[in-house]
């Protein structure tokens, strides 16, 4: 993972880690220990075996409580379902701790409500892990799309995850693509086309459902989103049209890793300053609503 950002010369964020499964072993332990803006501190999971293989591979320490962990960072990152950070993150936030959040902040509003709310009772700062956020590709697309009258669009989430595999859990057959897909491609439409005023649904997030959004430029856009699809790798695309060429995002190219060294220096900058940047708990809760909205059908 490269960056050209400046040196960093101030004391690395020391950061908990609760979770220890794929995506925590994979990305965030990862991530985090790579610094310098970052330092991985402990880990917490509710399997200590597998808190240890994910602590051990950069000396950082293992938790034997959520409660220990907090004592030992000034930061905590998540990955664990989302009503288990829905609970715990409040907790964070109670004893004054930063907040790594992945998406969807809870399974329902209310929760998303209550983690908000804790955020903004402790004035801590929060910061959402939208992967395709921090590309870079990424905000050159958002840039060029911010400039353009974009009359429609059409985007697609699609992926296999459900039909087996790490990802292929609980919660996410539960509920669908909906909650695990939908914050990734409701934030890219919002942010493209503007907010969005209203968001009806159509189908079943645990097979295929269909988005349609009205946003408050007069755009229309149309979204679909399924995670139980036969694709050989993860889709997320967006096609924007209007009086100009089509101008499309297709993730199916980008280098993920050019995206982490992006989050970490982002965050870190976000807890050293005392200033959250927007793709904080507010964006979650936000993009939580559109979900309800569209869940109502």
Not at 62 to 83: M, Q, R, W, Y
Not at 180 to 209: E, K, N, S, T, Y
Not at 212 to 231: I, K, N, P, R
Request: charged share 20%; glycine share 10%.
């Amino acid at each position: 993972m490269t960056t050209d950002s400046p040196a960093w010369n101030r004391a690395p964020v020391r950061v908990g880690l609760v979770g220890a499964g794929p995506w925590a072993r994979g990305v965030h332990a990862r991530v985090l220990a790579a610094g310098p803006e970052t330092a991985l501190t402990s880990v917490w999971a509710r399997r200590p075996e597998a808190a240890r293989e994910t602590a051990a591979p950069y000396g950082a320490e293992v938790a034997a409580t959520f409660g220990e962990l907090l004592d030992d960072c000034e930061a905590v990152a998540f990955s664990v379902p989302p009503s288990v950070q829905a609970e715990l993150a409040v907790r964070a936030a109670e004893a004054g701790k930063a907040l790594l959040l992945e998406k969807p902040l809870a399974l329902d509003l209310a929760s998303a409500r209550r983690l908000v709310d804790a955020v903004d009772a402790s004035g801590v700062v929060s910061q959402l892990v939208l992967t395709n956020r921090y590309h870079p590709a990424t905000r050159r697309f958002l840039a060029t799309a911010r400039t353009l009258d974009v009359s429609g669009a059409r985007s697609c989430g699609l992926s296999g995850a459900f039909l087996g595999g790490d990802f292929a859990t609980p919660w996410r057959l539960e509920h669908g693509a909906l909650l695990d897909l939908g914050p990734h491609l409701l934030d890219l439409l919002d942010a493209a086309l503007g907010p969005v005023v209203q968001v009806r649904g159509a189908g079943d997030p645990r097979r295929w459902i269909e988005l349609t959004c009205e946003h408050e430029s007069g755009a229309v856009s149309q979204a679909s989103l399924s995670g139980s699809v036969e694709v050989e790798h993860g889709i997320t695309r967006v096609e924007l049209f209007g009086r100009h060429p089509a101008l499309v995002f297709d993730s199916g190219a980008l280098d993920h890793e050019e995206s982490w060294p992006v989050l970490r220096r982002e965050f870190a900058e976000a807890v050293r300053s005392g200033r959250p940047a927007d793709l904080d708990a507010h964006r979650g809760l936000y993009l939580q609503t559109l979900i309800a909205q569209a869940l109502d059908g």
